[in-house]
């Protein structure tokens, strides 16, 4: 019998994306095997500002644009035959485009970095609280071989001497 596989989709609705959802499906593959993730099933959504402010208004009243949105598939029904569903992960392709020359980051860096990010809070890692925090940007920064999101708000613990 074969390894289990993913499944991952990957859906453009920014009329400009070009590339960029093939970028994100193969960038998923690698971060699904770095995780050592196995019969999965994950959905990313590559859009606007205008549908991820919709989103996020509607789930997380908040009335804004922003950057990157995870939807958790929760738990399979009884019975279920896999793969395990770990939900949808919600890129804005605008924002991205205005942090990454903002911050003098390649796009690709930049969505890599809000790919990573949702798909740890899908898998239930969270930065509500420091030592969490630390944990998810560790994370972040050894799947992406560099600074991810978390590390931008928390800085890494100080060492003793």
Do not use: C
């Not at 996020?56 to 279920?80: E, M």
């Not at 569903?85 to 980051?105: F, P």
């Amino acid at each position: 019998m074969g390894a289990a596989r993913n499944q991952i989709d990957v859906f453009v609705e920014h009329p400009s994306a070009g590339r960029w959802g093939e970028h994100l499906e193969e960038k998923a593959k690698r971060l699904a095997r770095k995780l050592d993730l196995r019969s999965v099933a994950l959905a990313v959504t590559l859009t606007t500002d205008a549908h991820i402010r919709t989103l996020n208004r509607r789930w997380r009243l908040k009335n804004h644009a922003t950057d990157v949105l995870s939807f958790p598939g929760g738990p399979p029904p009884p019975g279920w035959p896999g793969p395990l569903v770990l939900g949808d992960v919600v890129i804005s392709l605008d924002t991205a485009r205005r942090a990454a020359k903002h911050e003098g980051r390649r796009l690709a860096d930049e969505l890599d970095r809000y790919l990573a990010h949702g798909l740890l809070h899908l898998l239930g890692h969270d930065h509500h609280r420091p030592p969490a925090a630390r944990r998810m940007a560790t994370l972040e920064d050894r799947l992406l071989g560099g600074p991810g999101m978390v590390r931008a708000v928390v800085p890494p613990p100080r060492r003793r001497r």
